[in-house]
């Protein structure tokens, strides 16, 4: 009766508290053989805002890069059929400790092209090395803006025309500005995650590789609109589905 | 019984989760700073003396609090009023380094920031205190942020011997100059005019401006040449001034420091400058020519 | 304000449980309702300095104060120009003390008997509500390195006169070693009397900068009055070395030329400070004030003309400054003097055209009458056997600092005579203790504006200067002040 309703109500209570607690310390062992992959399209749903053009006056070499291209803001890009690019995923829940430390090799480039930064958001591991290049023939300087109370450092340096790129890495998750002090219109992202990651394309799609079989919460996220999860589960050797639906404001 | 333990788990299960979304962007408490308080890290060593924080509470509380506040963020009381903003200890961004970007600066570039004051801003040349009190100040200023509890202070960059100034330098220095594009901010003729200086902002999103090198103020970090290649080689964090240190090359920075004195006023430091630039007939650079 | 919210984190100041708190329990009880903090306010508006920055325990100053004053009030950081200040700055102060003290004197009193009236000392003990006089202080720049500093000051009835009014023109040349102040200004005293923390009668001035031996006429060496002239200062820019010379008329900074030709004196001081480590600052210093001033006057029907004083004579007041911090709670300020008038001033004469300090002659009618110093007329000789008298004094404060908020103070001065004018006078005749003891406390420490709570007891002493015994023989002046008060600026 009303007894043992509140005993189970506490059990499950107990249950969650405990799983929320210790989901980071509970280890899965997994085959690198029967990896999976989450895959899965993102898209607005409602109006896509307008992106505002940007003038870019102030530099005669910017604006003559954009003479017949006017550049414009990369808030919100939406490709045809609604597709949300630049979104970034990860898995916020379920990998193993050591799943989430294994750093990939690769290194991630952002480029400054036509005074915007190549690609708006570039994704990457916690301590992860990534390159920032510029392949413009004015200068820059490279300004990222971590809270520095989270471990991870701002910096800020120069980057004149045919500079060498410069190589650096993060130590904590975080969602990190760009900026360039030079063009203040110049915006991009350093999203630096934990574990396997994918961006959307021109189409909102996107695939997070090398995923091992197991249950998972994946978080999607877009810069103007925040966060979202879900859980899916992998089984080994196959995709999952994750699709993401921002509203637009 | 049981409704209780329903309660508290609730209660439990919000507190934690709570913590876990906010745990990066808390904003830190005398609590936690106590703590430091008593740290290794809450120490100084300038020359052969020895600063301990504790012995700065009354110090600080009588010299500083009005701007930088109890808590060490650059809340003061007056901080609302001034511009530039008081220091955020908490966030352990400072400007005057001979550290690289993005490192924590060394106690000696601490104690010269406290005895020599910030020109043009509200920070005063703290130098009537004594050596002992500076020192004791730049301990409890580092007891403020966990920064300095997890990382060390950077490693001071290497200043090559000051070599003599020649027209030659002084024209390589323009050079840089224009390579640099230092002009973007700081203008052709270096009075602040540039064609990015009006829409500047530093870390917090504040309107902030480039140093004028022609209307006579002393550059921030102090009056010497070393201070001035300091500036650029390591950068002003926290402001858009970035470091340099991997594009120009040591000798070529003396040679940007003698002509970024030559942009200056006459003063102590720049007769032989100002004397090559005007033999010279030296004119601003030309932004608009092609680059070589 | 916004700012207050995140202020009340910062630890209260505990709660002092000395034998002195108890004594003055009636305004420790105050304590309660104070807020915990986390001069002029003008000044500490302008910068965003709280009061504490500049003064040990306002209105006394620090050495970041002292350093402060002597740029110029300026902190020299390229933005002490008022054109930086929003133009609604209002660059002034006022400054009041409400207090209540008792005072206990010996007095000159009438006494009635059968056989007739005649007078006794004794003494009168009064006590009630009082008010000090008010301050307006107005100073800082006009430009950067031009300041100045006006003070119309009041007495208690709200009669005014200019307790300071110069202009300084600092940093000449780009150098802290040339400025040049003109007007009428404080001497450049180590111990500064115009910021004592004192408040009695007899204590709330520095008697060994205005001991004046008796019946000796001049009264323009008063190192602690402002004077009129003209100030040469100096200093190291870290204002660890400071030197200064000063070409002042002998008017005791009475306005309206009512001494004469060549009535001027110099002031010279040179100080000179060390860093002592963990005890703080030392500062050793020597000052001198010499000078010339008239002794009689030329008379129209009997009074003397204001202005043509002549027959200067010498005076020198010469000494050392000490301000020795020791640890960051405790200091201790000590000022030596020796002292030595001309024989024509210990037989009173120069004072002929004396001054209230306001400008206004207080000798209108004949010279040598009652009331009225003797005019040296051509003929006169000194009485024989007249002396210069000298004497050697000392002034010793000490301060204990608890906090920038509460602060613990006593001074004990000496002036003894070391030579009198006339040789019958006694050896000690006119001899002054000076003891007195108290403390400030600030409920709180912003920028804005200043409030103290304070106590003093001062007990003065003077030997020989008392009203006459019922026997016609002089007594002893004992006096004392209890003083309680709440003293505010803003």
Redesign the interface.
Known sequence: MKHQRNRGWAAILATLVLVGLGSLSISHKASAAAEGKITGTVKLDGTAPHMKGIEMSKDPVCDKAHANNPAHSENVVVGKGGGLENVVLYISEGLSASELNAKPTQVPIFDQKGCMYTPHVLAMDVGQEFKVETSDPTAHNIHPEPNPLTGNIPWNQSQPPGAAPVVKSWKTPEMIHVKCNIHPWMSGWFAVVKGPYATTDENGSYTIQNVPPGSYTVTAWQETYGTQTQKVTVAAGAAATADFTFKAK | MHRNLLKWSLLLSAVVALCLSAASYAQLTTYQQQEWLHSPAASSHIGNITGAAPAAAMPYRRYCVGCHGPLGDGNGENAQWINPKPRDFQLAIFKCRSTPTGTLPTDQDLYDSIGRGLDRSNMPSWDALTKQERADLVAWIKHFSPRWQNEKAGTPIQIPAEPEITPDRVKTGQEVFRKMECWKCHGVQGMANGPSSSTLTDDLGRPISPFNFTDGSRPLCGSTDQDIYKIFMTGLDGTPMPSFADNIKPEEAWDLVFYLRSLQPHNAYNAKEREIANQLGLKPVNPNAPAQ | ?R??A??H??PKPQRVSSVLAAAFALVFLLLGASQP??ALPAF?RK????C??CHESWPAL???G???RDNGYQ?????DSPIWQNPGYWPVTFRITPIWHRVSSLQQVDTYSTSGSASTAQRITSSGFDLSGLDFHTGGTLEKNFSFYVLPSSDSTGAFHFESVNARVDNIGGSPWLNIRLGKFELNNLLSEKRTLWLTGNGGIYQTYHFIPVNDGNTFGQMGDNQLGVEYMGHS???RTRVSASLLSSNDGSVGLITGANSYSGFFTFDQAF????L??ERLGAYAFVGQAATYYLTNGGVPIPGSGIGNKGFSRVGFYGQFYLG?HFDINVVTQHGSDNAWFGQNYGNAIASDGNGTATCTSTAGTTGCPPNNTPGSMLAPGSRAPTWNGYTFEARYVY??QLIFKAVFEAERMSQQANPTNASNLGNINNYSIGYRYNPFM??RAGFAYFGEFNLFHQDGTGPNNSSGNPTNINTSELLFGIDFDF
Do not use: E, I
């Open positions: 304000m700012m207050w995140q202020s984190l910062c903090a986390s500490a910068y965003g300095l709280r504490s920055a620090n050495n970041f002292l350093k402060f902190l020299m950081n390229d933005r820019v870290d204002d860093d002592a480590g963990k703080g600052t960051s906090s920038p912003t920028s």
